[in-house]
T-cell receptor, first 114, second 116 residues
Framework: EAGVTQSPTHLIKTRGQQATLRCSPI?????VYWYQQALGLGLQFLLW???????NRGNFPPRFSGRQFPNYSSELNVNALELEDSALYLC?????????????FGPGTRLTVL | AQKVTQAQTEISVVEKEDVTLDCVYE???????LFWYKQPPSGELVFLIR??????QNEISGRYSWNFQKSTSSFNFTITASQVVDSAVYFC?????????????FGTGTRLQVTL
């Protein structure tokens, strides 16, 4: 069974540009989560999508947005990139969006903002 | 508010030593889940174990064992006879039932270095 996949593996952008990161959940999973792992800041919850809807977001500005498609894959968009957006972005999926579910993570996309 | 503390930033051991990674959590809820994840240098978070707040039975799986003590709000993880391949950052995480949030709150991680 395929795990969570993310693309691209690495992404290099310059300040002010937009970045788009993609995630495909494990087959059968309807919930997708995005986390940011920035140096020195640990793993921070960004967004949660379930059944095509944004269900919760963490303490991040509106320029972090995303969506979930009918096939449950998801896209994270970061507009007006800032240097501090450089981080590893991890996507996770779970069977349902309940607190009891285990979240399974993808390999991440490393975003570098120059 | 939920909080997870991993006081050990980095641990270095020699192969075959036993090592325990500490995790202390804070929550106001009586129903919650605790998790351990491993992050090797490749970056992917690998799920290791899940425990609910009603299950204080400790578990052993091969060289791994977990000690959940609700009275002290701790969920510690022990690797017996450590190996070089165990070198990674280990994260403890908490998931609560309250509110609409479905998210994990992570500790800051413990970097384990196992050398020959």
């Amino acid at each position: 069974e395929a795990g969570v996949t993310q693309s691209p593996t690495h992404l290099i952008k310059t300040r002010g540009q937009q970045a788009t990161l993609r995630c495909s959940p494990i087959s059968g999973h309807t919930s997708v989560y995005w986390y940011q792992q920035a140096l020195g800041l640990g793993l921070q919850f960004l967004l949660w999508y379930d059944e095509g809807e944004e269900r919760n977001r963490g303490n991040f500005p509106p320029r972090f947005s995303g969506r979930q498609f009918p096939n449950y894959s998801s896209e994270l968009n970061v507009n007006a990139l800032e240097l501090e957006d450089s981080a590893l972005y991890l996507c996770a999926s779970s069977f349902k969006g309940t607190f009891t579910d285990t979240q399974y993570f993808g390999p991440g996309t490393r975003l570098t903002v120059l | 508010a939920q909080k997870v503390t991993q006081a050990q930033t980095e641990i270095s051991v020699v192969e075959k030593e036993d090592v325990t990674l500490d995790c202390v959590y804070e929550t106001r809820d009586t129903t919650y889940y605790l998790f351990w994840y491993k992050q090797p240098p490749s970056g992917e978070l690998v799920f290791l174990i899940r425990r609910n707040s009603f299950d204080e039975q400790n578990e052993i799986s091969g060289r791994y064992s977990w000690n959940f003590q609700k009275s002290t709000s701790s969920f510690n993880f022990t690797i017996t006879a450590s190996q070089v391949v165990d070198s990674a950052v280990y994260f403890c995480a908490l998931s609560e039932a309250t509110g609409t949030a479905s998210k994990l709150t992570f500790g800051t991680g413990t970097r384990l270095q196992v050398t020959l």
